[in-house]
């Protein structure tokens, strides 16, 4: 199974809202990253998790708050956002600093 | 600012002909990824290379690597339509940070 799935496939909030994004994969991956992406830009990286350990965090603000409940799963706490981190959200796994495998993400806007 | 750029931003050809990429990268790295990902859609991995391979196939695929010059270019032989998509570029510098190009955006005409 080489599948990294995500949910939801699209989620409009307002700027008060709490929601989460969630990420899942089974191929045994000790590596897994959050990534924002807006319209014809590449993906930026925002976290990434290995060992279920944060071990990056790009200077992203406290109102993205990562979760790694176990090594399959990948959540994303959304709080308080404004409007220009409306984007396309991407997860992905890898063994290593290699091959990623990317879900289909979440395409968010907020109003 | 980006480890990767590439060139061209854009790309249009017919159906057939070979379309060429190229992405130039700043520090040296330990692997170079090529994806691909179709509009509004996540990233699909085509080709790795590591620092230490200077060329590698993948069915239609070519990617060569130039560690002296800093520069990769991906290939892609005889397009079809179903290839239109951006093309990104993504370097690893080594542990698990990997920093994507800016992308070239290629359309096949039928």
């Known amino acids: 199974d080489t599948e990294v799935t995500q949910t939801p496939k699209h989620l409009v909030m307002g700027m008060t809202n709490k929601k989460s994004l969630k990420c899942e994969q089974h191929?045994?991956?000790?590596?897994m990253y959050w990534y924002k992406q807006k319209a014809k830009k590449p993906p930026e990286l925002m976290f990434v998790?290995?060992?279920?350990?944060?071990?990056i965090n790009e200077s992203v603000p406290s109102r993205f708050s990562p979760e790694c409940p176990n090594s399959s799963l990948l959540n994303l706490h959304l709080h308080a956002l404004q409007p220009e981190d409306s984007a396309l959200y991407l997860c992905?796994?890898?063994?290593?600093?290699?091959?990623?495998?990317f879900g289909p993400g979440t395409r968010l806007t907020v109003l | 600012s980006q480890q990767g750029e590439e060139d061209p931003q854009a790309l249009s050809i017919q159906e057939g002909e070979n379309a060429t990429m190229n992405c130039s990268y700043k520090?040296?790295?330990?692997?170079l990824q090529w994806y691909r990902q179709n509009s509004g859609r996540g990233l699909v991995h085509l080709i790795l290379?590591?620092?230490?391979?200077r060329e590698k196939h993948s069915g239609r695929l070519r990617v060569t690597l130039d560690t002296s010059k800093k520069s990769s270019s991906l290939l892609i032989t005889a397009s079809r339509a179903a290839d239109t998509a951006s093309y990104f570029c993504?370097?690893?510098?080594?542990?698990?940070?990997?920093?994507f190009g800016a992308g070239t955006r290629l359309f096949v005409k039928a």
């Open positions: 992905a796994s890898s063994r290593a600093g290699d091959t990623q495998y």
């Open positions: 998790y290995s060992y279920e350990k944060l071990s």
């Open positions: 290379i590591r620092s230490n391979e």
């Open positions: 520090t040296s790295i330990n692997n």
């Open positions: 191929m045994g991956h000790r590596a």
């Open positions: 993504a370097t690893n510098t080594g542990g698990f940070k990997t920093i």
